[in-house]
Nanobody
Framework: QVQLVESGGGLVQAGGSLRLSCAHS????????MGWFRQAPGKEREFVAA????????HYADSVKGRFTISRDNAKNTVYLQMNGVKPEDTAVYYC???????????????????WGQGTQVTVSS
């Protein structure tokens, strides 16, 4: 079983930065594609970013491209989401997720993630 624990959420002003972390335990971290999703109040959960097993390929939602950066440290079993130039519409609960299937599927927009963290709140004030 895989356990995921997010941290780093909080309150930030529009235009500011925040870095989320997600610690992975239970199985071999480098076997998993990792992703970040978010859910705003009254909205469905949406894809934000994903990174392949080795960390040399990434994929982003259009809404965050150029502002957010996903990265991973396989030695520390941790995935990160660096959020720069945040906007009020980025306010949401952010979830870390792990998937053991194909990176190609993720690139085609098929997000079949197996494991999820409990989420961390990010609030952007205007």
């Amino acid at each position: 079983q895989v356990q995921l624990v997010e941290s780093g959420g909080g309150l930030v002003q529009a235009g500011g930065s925040l870095r989320l972390s997600c610690a992975h335990s239970g199985r071999t971290f480098s076997n998993y594609v990792m992703g970040w999703f978010r859910q705003a109040p009254g909205k469905e959960r949406e894809f934000v970013a994903a990174i392949n097993r080795s960390g040399d390929s990434t994929h982003y939602a259009d809404s965050v491209k150029g502002r957010f950066t996903i990265s991973r440290d396989n030695a520390k079993n941790t995935v990160y989401l660096q959020m720069n130039g945040v906007k009020p519409e980025d306010t949401a609960v952010y979830y870390c997720a792990a998937e053991s299937t194909s990176w190609r599927a993720v690139l085609s927009g098929k997000y079949d993630f197996d494991y999820w963290g409990q989420g961390t709140q990010v609030t952007v004030s205007s």
